[in-house]
């Protein structure tokens, strides 16, 4: 059965750092796309970050430069560093499972992060 | 980038009603769209990737249609487990984006 749970989320101050990381099991991760999505509160999901099966990231213009996503293989774990937090990346941050040409096919339940003095 | 336009924002219907969604994207996006069902305080689901295949385990009578830059995602007979918000995603090419959702309503 696949399997996705984050945490590290919490309430953070302006200009802050957080890592989020989600642990996953039930597949082969090493090989597999992972991506976060979030949510802020009240509104639509908004992509943030992917990396590929390669190792190759992407990120969304609003997070580049202060988000980085990273993955540990041999603890089938995936990692978002936010840095230079604003209030508008208050949000559940979902970690999901990317197969190209498909989707995010598996999410976890979110972690909250709230950016406020 | 390409922005994904959903509509309507919201509509209400009743059980055994025929539903569809739009989705316009901003430019060609090929077949390269999926569709997410999410149920308030849960994550989202895929229900249809590559504008019409169905994901496994997602009941025949949601079904995709369209290609280039007009997708519609139609529930052929709304069940009270249908009730919901649906967002687009493209995946043509990075940056990804969702569309803004339509919330179903009774």
Same mark, same amino acid.
């Given at each position: 059965?696949v399997?996705?749970?984050?945490?590290?989320? %919490?309430?953070?101050?302006?200009?802050?750092?957080l890592r989020?990381?989600c642990?996953?099991? %039930? #597949?082969i991760?090493?090989s597999?796309a992972?991506?976060?999505?979030?949510?802020?509160? %009240?509104? %639509?999901?908004?992509w943030?970050?992917?990396?590929?099966?390669?190792g190759? !990231?992407?990120?969304?213009?609003?997070?580049k430069?202060?988000? !980085?996503i990273?993955r540990?293989k041999?603890?089938?774990?995936?990692?978002?560093?936010?840095d230079?937090l604003r209030?508008?990346? !208050?949000?559940?941050?979902y970690?999901?499972?990317w197969? !190209?040409?498909?989707? #995010?096919?598996?999410?976890?339940?979110?972690?909250l992060?709230?950016?406020?003095s | 980038?390409?922005?994904?336009t959903?509509?309507?924002?919201?509509?209400?219907?009743?059980?055994?009603?025929?539903?569809?969604?739009?989705?316009?994207?901003?430019?060609?996006?090929r077949?390269?769209?999926?569709? @997410?069902?999410?149920?308030p305080?849960?994550?989202?689901n895929?229900l249809i @990737?590559? $504008?019409?295949?169905?994901?496994s385990?997602?009941?025949?009578?949601?079904?995709?249609?369209?290609s280039? $830059?007009d997708?519609?995602?139609?529930?052929s007979?709304l069940?009270?487990?249908?009730?919901?918000?649906? @967002?687009?995603?493209h995946?043509?090419?990075?940056?990804?984006?969702?569309?803004?959702?339509?919330?179903?309503?009774?």
């Amino acid at each position: 059965e696949v399997q996705l749970l984050e945490s590290g989320g %919490g309430l953070v101050q302006p200009g802050g750092s957080l890592r989020l990381s989600c642990v996953t099991s %039930g #597949f082969i991760f090493s090989s597999s796309a992972m991506g976060w999505v979030r949510q802020a509160p %009240g509104k %639509g999901l908004e992509w943030v970050s992917t990396v590929e099966g390669s190792g190759a !990231t992407k990120y969304a213009d609003s997070v580049k430069g202060r988000f !980085t996503i990273s993955r540990d293989k041999s603890k089938s774990m995936l990692y978002l560093q936010m840095d230079s937090l604003r209030a508008e990346d !208050t949000a559940l941050y979902y970690c999901a499972r990317w197969i !190209t040409d498909t989707g #995010f096919d598996y999410w976890g339940q979110g972690s909250l992060v709230t950016v406020s003095s | 980038a390409i922005q994904m336009t959903q509509s309507p924002s919201s509509l209400s219907a009743s059980v055994g009603d025929r539903v569809t969604i739009s989705c316009r994207a901003s430019q060609d996006i090929r077949n390269e769209l999926g569709w @997410y069902q999410q149920k308030p305080g849960k994550a989202p689901n895929l229900l249809i @990737y590559s $504008t019409s295949s169905l994901q496994s385990g997602v009941p025949s009578r949601f079904s995709g249609s369209g290609s280039d $830059t007009d997708f519609t995602l139609t529930i052929s007979s709304l069940q009270p487990e249908d009730f919901a918000t649906y @967002y687009c995603l493209h995946d043509a090419n990075y940056p990804l984006s969702f569309g803004g959702g339509t919330k179903v309503e009774i």
